[in-house]
């Protein structure tokens, strides 16, 4: 039985959406302003029709002709977001049908109800920052105040989000779960998407730095995803990285929770021989989103994705006959826009199955196409949004 690898490269971005100019985006393309800044080398993506992929989302193809092995197409989202939750819910058959809430951008941007409510309940003697903020930067800002008063940072972004940072030994990691815990059970009525823990460590501005002990506390999926329907149907589900928090840990499966982009890559690797037949396992490369998209260091993120690309065939050498790998990303973060928010985009998708027929599956009106692509794959489902293309033949 076939099985399938669905590759997330968290924010690659390849400019076009239709309504970016709506969420103060029009223009952005984070493949296309990468490569303004350096010669971007990544011939086994561009093999699988990436820069195929850019010339039909915005008229140019920035990687050259490469002679095509995989299947390629561009998905436009149709949920109103550009964040991580929205992305990775609609690629799994879950677009949404409402709209997040979001804080304003007033200081503070949290109502008075709500900070109150996370103070007393949890005993704090207050919190920092409450505005919109880069999470690095708020901590550097923040930092030696939050050691020496004991309250934690609390800020958000663009996105329907609320993150709380806080430093793991003198604030401790249990504590500050415990108050997103409460801050989670706080926002449920604002209908905010995420609460995200970001403890850090260092004892001076300068020296701070985050941990890997992140933790999102996510809104619940409103109707069964791909992962769902495939952990219904008793297959084998594995779930790299953040993919378990996205989704509320429903029908995650198995769980392993690493970080950095090495670590995912080679613990998708060490799971790929594993995986059950039927299976699906999915990763998500945070990486580029985190380090170099909303810092905005185009060629940071550049060489990240030609060490991605370099490695690219350990993973398409594991696939079995009927295995089906799909790369693609969950929303853009031009890394060289303005501010430091996620950009609307639409994503490329590329797909690779040995012997399967080269060509184009153009472009999907939703990424709903994906989750919908991978469940006929699979045989489960169908999912309840999306429309699949075939996979043997790209122009049936």
């Not at 550009?82 to 690629?91: A, F, L, N, P, V």
């Not at 804080?103 to 704090?124: E, M, N, Q, S, Y």
Request: hydrophobic residues 40%.
């Amino acid at each position: 039985m076939a099985r399938a690898f669905l590759l997330i490269l968290d924010s690659f971005g390849i400019g076009g959406a239709p309504d970016a100019a709506s969420f103060g985006d029009e223009g952005a393309n984070t493949l296309g302003h990468i490569c303004q800044h350096m010669k971007l080398r990544v011939p086994h993506m561009a093999s699988l029709g990436l820069g195929l992929a850019a010339e039909l989302s915005s008229g140019r193809n920035p990687l050259g002709n490469i002679a095509l092995i995989g299947q390629y197409g561009v998905a436009r989202e149709v949920s109103r977001g550009k964040d991580t939750i929205t992305g990775h819910w609609e690629m799994a058959g879950v677009p949404l049908a409402f709209d997040w809430g979001y804080f304003p951008h007033t200081v503070p941007a949290f109502p008075p109800d709500l900070i109150d409510g996370i103070v007393t309940r949890c005993k704090l003697p207050g919190l920092l920052a409450l505005c919109h903020a880069s999470g690095t930067e708020v901590i550097e800002d923040f930092g030696e105040e939050h050691i020496r008063s004991g309250r934690p940072i609390a800020y958000t972004s663009a996105d329907s989000v609320l993150q709380i940072a806080a430093h793991e030994e003198h604030f401790g990691l249990e504590r500050l779960y415990e108050v997103c815990r409460v801050a989670r059970e706080l926002t449920y009525p604002m209908n905010i998407g995420r609460i995200i823990a970001r403890p850090f460590l260092g004892e001076r501005r300068g020296d701070f730095k985050r941990t890997a002990h992140r933790k999102d506390f996510a809104v619940t999926p409103p109707a069964p995803t791909l992962l769902k329907v495939l952990s219904d149907a008793g297959r084998d589900v594995v779930s790299v990285g953040k993919i378990g928090d996205i989704y509320a840990h429903v029908g995650t499966g198995r769980e392993i929770k690493v970080a950095g982009n090495p670590a995912f890559l080679e613990t998708t690797l060490a799971n790929m021989d594993g995986l059950g037949a039927g299976g699906l396992l999915m990763t998500n490369f945070v990486d580029f989103d985190t380090e170099f998209g909303h810092r905005r260091e185009p060629v940071g993120y550049g060489k990240l994705l030609e060490a991605f690309d370099a490695e690219l065939p350990r993973i398409m050498g594991k696939l079995k006959p009927a295995d089906l790998l799909v790369l693609t990303a969950d929303h853009g973060n031009d890394p060289t826009w303005t501010g430091t928010d996620h950009t609307r985009e639409q994503i490329p998708v590329m797909s690779y199955m040995p012997g399967m027929v080269p060509g184009s599956f153009g472009l999907r009106t939703s990424f709903s196409d994906i989750g919908q692509t991978i469940a006929r794959h699979l045989r489960v489902g169908p999912l309840a949004a999306g429309t699949a293309w075939d996979v043997t033949s790209p122009a049936a």
